[in-house]
C-alpha cells in the first residue's frame, strides 16, 4: 500500500527532466528562473533599436496569445472576438496614462498595466455573461458579432476611441523611480518582458489548478463535466474572464510601447492575428502559443519589410499547419517526444538526416512558389515599374519566358524531389518508434 | 419513516406527441439494489434521463430523499447525491485516465472552481482518485489518454467517473453492454463491491446480470412499469413472461 502510495505521489512530475533528489521547489521554480535570465540577457545578444523592438512585440503578443490559448486550447472555445479585451485594456491604460500625466499622480509606469488587466477583466465579465451561455459554433458567432460591435462604436465613440487617429499618451511624464523615465526602448523592454514573465507563470499555474482541469474536462465533454457535478457554464464564464483579464494585460503593454492607440487595436484583423499565432504555434500545448507568438511577430514584421504580399504568405502558411500539421509547431516537436524518452538517439539522428534531405528540395519548391507568387503581383499591380524584379539578390525579367520557366521548374521539380525523399522520413520514423517501443519494453 | 432514495410520482415524458413515459411512479428505498429491465423503446434511458436531469418531465415529480429535483439542471442533481452513468461510454477522452477521475472528485471534496491553489497539492484529491483507481483496476493505466483504452476498460472508468463523487444513488446505464461473458462477470463483481452501502439503480439486459446482483426488478414496457418485486417473483409473472422474458427467450 505504501509503495503504491509513493508511486502515486510521483505522478505529477515529469521525471526525466531532473535527476532523484532534487527539491520540489527547484523543480518547479527552475524553468522560470531560467526563462527569467533568457529574458535578462536576450538584449545583450539582440541590442539593435530594432530587434529590442521586436523583442518587445514577440513579449506583448506572447501574452496575448497565452491569453487567448485559455479560450481555445484550454476551455475549446474558439472566439473571434478576442482584440475587444486587447484593445479596451489598451484604450482604458492610455486614458489612465493621460489622467495619471494630467493629474501629477504618484503612479510609476509599470504599474498602469493593472489599468489594462481591470479593464479586460471588466469586459471580460460583461461580455462574457452573454456569450458563454453557449459554446461551440454559438459562441464563435456571439464573439464575431461582440468583436464587430466594439470595432464600430470605435468610430462613433470618439471621445474614448479617439476616432480614426486614436488617442495617444507620453509614457515618460509619469512618476519617476529609480531614475527611469522610459524613453529608451530598453526600458520598455524589460518593464514588457516582466509582466509578460509574471503572465505567463500565473497562466502556467491556472492550468494546474482545479478550475484549470475543470476546463480541459468542459471542453472534452462538457455534459460528462455537468454530471460530476460542474456547471459549464460557470466554467466558461470564469475562463473567459480571466482571458480577458491577460489579454488587457498585453494591450496595456502594447499602448505603453507605441504610446498610441487605435480603433484597429479592437478589430477583427488583431482578433485573426491572434487565432493564427496560437495556432501556428500549437494550441494543444502550453509552449505553442508562445513558439507562434514569436514567429508570428517575426514575420509579421520581417516579411511587411521584404514583400507587399506578406499577408499571402501568411494565410499561406496558415492554412499549410491546418492541412498538415494541425497540432501546431509544438505539436510537431511533441510528437518526437517518445523517441526522446526512450533515448532512441541513433534513431533521431537518422531521422534528422532524413529530415535535411527532405528539406531541401522543399525549400527549392518554395523558391519556385515566391518567385512565381512576387512576379505574379508584380505584372498585375506594378507593371509601370519596368519588367524587372529584384528577388533572393537576383534581377529577374518578369515579361521572360526563360524567368517563368526558371520559376516552373525549381516549383515542380522541387514538389518532385520532394515526394521522392519524403518516404525515406516515412520509413526513419518507422524505425525509430519500432526502436523507442522495443526499448519501453525492456526498461 | 425515511423518504425513499429516489421516488417518481406519476412521470410524464412527451416527445412531440410520442408519449415515451406513461406515467411511472417508482420508489427506491434507501441501500436497495433496483434493476430495471423491458424491451428495446421501452423508455428506460429516458427515464434515467428524467432522473437524472438530462430530460425535464413533461409532468409528474422526481424527488431525491423526499426533496423535489424535478426541472433542476444536472449539476443541481448531481450535487445532492446522484451519479450516473452512460450507456454510449461518455468520458473525457483526450485526458489521462488519472485527469478523468480526479475531476469527477473534485466537487464532492469542495474545491468547486479554485483557480487559486495547485492541483497537485490536493493530497485528499489524490488519494480518493488513487482508491477509485484500484477498485476499477485502473491503477496501471492512469498516464494512459482514456480515449485510447479498451472498450471493457473504458466502461469501467465509466463506472469509476460515476461513482468518484462519493455519491448516495448510483444510477449505471447498461454496465454490462457489449462485454464478453468474463468482462461482464468482472463487471458484476465490481458494481457489487462499488454499491456496498449506496442505493443502486441499474438497466440492463443480461438476465444473468440482473437476477444476480438485484434485490428488486421493475420491468418497463412501452413507457410503464408493469411490474415492480423481488426476482424471484419477476420470474414467474405472467405479464412479464409475455411482454418480455417470453419475447426474449
Known amino acids: ?443 | 419513516m425515511t423518504a425513499p432514495a429516489i421516488a417518481l410520482a406519476d412521470v410524464h415524458k412527451n416527445f412531440g406527441a410520442t408519449k415515451i413515459i406513461r406515467g411511472v411512479s417508482l420508489d427506491v428505498p434507501v441501500g436497495e439494489r433496483h434493476a430495471i429491465i423491458g424491451p428495446n423503446g421501452a423508455g428506460k434511458s429516458t427515464l434515467f434521463n428524467l432522473m437524472s436531469g438530462r430530460l425535464t418531465p413533461s409532468s409528474g415529480t422526481v424527488r431525491l430523499d423526499g426533496e423535489d429535483i424535478t426541472g433542476l439542471p444536472p449539476h443541481e442533481i448531481n450535487r445532492r447525491g446522484l451519479c450516473r452513468s452512460f450507456q454510449v461510454t461518455n468520458i473525457f477522452p483526450r485526458l489521462s485516465v488519472w485527469e478523468n477521475v480526479r475531476c469527477a472528485v473534485l466537487w464532492s471534496l469542495g474545491y468547486r472552481y479554485a483557480f487559486w491553489r495547485g492541483i497537485d497539492s490536493l493530497a485528499d484529491a489524490r488519494e480518493r482518485t488513487e482508491t477509485i483507481l484500484k477498485a476499477i483496476d485502473l491503477i496501471d493505466r492512469r498516464r494512459v489518454q482514456a480515449g485510447v483504452l479498451a472498450y471493457a476498460e473504458q466502461r469501467a472508468l465509466e463506472i469509476g467517473i460515476t461513482i468518484a463523487g462519493g455519491a448516495k444513488i448510483i444510477l449505471l446505464d447498461e454496465p454490462s453492454a457489449g462485454m464478453s461473458a468474463a468482462e461482464a462477470a468482472r463487471a458484476v463483481a465490481l458494481i457489487r463491491k462499488v454499491s456496498e452501502g449506496r442505493t443502486l439503480i441499474m438497466i440492463e439486459h443480461d438476465m444473468d446480470v440482473v437476477f444476480d446482483l438485484a434485490d428488486r426488478i421493475s420491468v418497463l414496457v412501452y413507457g410503464e412499469i408493469i411490474a415492480s418485486d423481488v426476482p424471484a417473483k419477476i420470474k414467474q409473472d405472467a405479464a412479464v413472461q409475455t411482454a418480455y422474458l417470453g419475447a426474449a427467450a
Open chain 1, 1 to 443: 500500500m505504501s509503495d503504491a502510495a509513493s508511486d502515486i505521489a510521483k505522478l505529477p512530475a515529469r521525471g526525466a527532466l531532473y535527476p532523484a533528489g532534487v527539491p520540489a521547489a527547484v523543480r518547479l521554480a527552475g524553468p522560470w528562473i531560467a526563462l527569467a535570465l533568457l529574458f535578462l540577457l536576450l538584449p545583450l545578444v539582440f541590442a539593435s533599436g530594432s530587434a529590442l523592438t521586436m523583442l518587445s512585440l514577440m513579449g506583448i503578443m506572447i501574452v496575448f496569445a497565452l491569453s487567448y490559448n485559455m479560450l481555445l486550447g484550454e476551455t475549446g472555445l474558439l472566439s473571434f472576438g478576442h482584440a475587444v479585451y486587447y484593445g479596451l485594456g489598451g484604450f482604458l491604460t492610455v486614458h489612465a496614462m493621460n489622467a495619471v500625466i494630467r493629474d501629477g499622480l504618484p503612479v510609476p509606469l509599470p504599474l498602469l498595466p493593472l489599468v489594462g488587466a481591470a479593464g479586460g477583466l471588466l469586459f471580460g465579465i460583461i461580455f462574457g455573461s452573454v456569450s458563454t451561455r453557449r459554446a461551440g459554433t454559438a459562441f464563435a458567432m456571439i464573439s464575431l458579432g461582440l468583436g464587430e460591435l466594439v470595432a464600430s462604436s470605435s468610430l462613433i465613440l470618439r471621445g474614448f476611441f479617439g476616432g480614426e487617429e486614436g488617442v495617444s499618451t507620453n509614457r515618460t511624464k509619469l512618476l519617476h523611480l529609480f531614475g527611469l523615465n522610459f524613453g529608451p526602448q530598453i526600458q520598455v523592454y524589460y518593464l514588457i518582458a516582466a509582466w509578460c514573465l509574471v503572465c505567463m507563470a500565473a497562466m502556467y499555474a491556472l492550468r494546474r489548478t482545479p478550475f484549470g482541469r475543470m476546463c480541459n474536462a468542459v471542453r472534452e465533454n462538457a455534459e460528462r463535466a455537468q454530471f460530476v457535478g460542474y456547471n459549464p457554464q460557470v466554467v466558461r464564464f470564469i475562463a473567459f474572464s480571466l482571458a480577458g483579464l491577460f489579454a488587457g494585460v498585453a494591450g496595456a503593454l502594447a499602448a505603453i510601447n507605441f504610446e498610441l492607440v487605435n480603433s484597429a487595436a479592437v478589430g477583427a484583423e488583431q482578433s485573426g492575428l491572434v487565432l493564427l499565432a496560437a495556432y501556428i504555434g500549437g494550441i494543444g500545448n502550453f509552449a505553442g502559443p508562445v513558439i507562434g507568438a514569436i514567429i508570428v511577430t517575426w514575420l509579421e514584421v520581417m516579411l511587411s519589410d521584404v514583400t507587399e504580399v506578406w499577408q499571402l504568405y501568411f494565410g499561406l502558411l496558415f492554412i499549410g499547419m491546418v492541412m498538415f500539421a494541425p497540432q501546431g509547431i509544438a505539436g510537431l516537436i511533441m510528437v518526437h517526444e517518445p523517441l526522446w524518452q526512450a533515448r532512441a538517439y541513433g534513431s533521431m539522428l537518422w531521422l534528422a538526416v532524413t529530415y535535411l534531405i527532405a528539406l531541401l528540395p522543399a525549400l527549392v519548391c518554395l523558391a519556385g512558389a515566391i518567385v512565381v507568387i512576387e512576379m505574379t503581383y508584380h505584372i498585375s499591380v506594378k507593371a509601370s515599374d519596368g519588367p524587372a524584379i529584384s528577388l533572393f539578390h537576383l534581377t529577374l525579367d518578369t515579361t521572360s519566358v526563360k524567368s517563368w520557366l526558371a520559376a516552373a521548374v525549381l516549383l515542380g521539380g522541387g514538389f518532385v524531389l520532394f515526394r521522392l525523399t519524403w518516404p525515406l522520413v516515412g520509413a526513419a520514423w518507422h524505425d525509430a518508434f519500432v526502436e523507442a517501443r522495443g526499448a519501453g519494453r525492456a526498461k
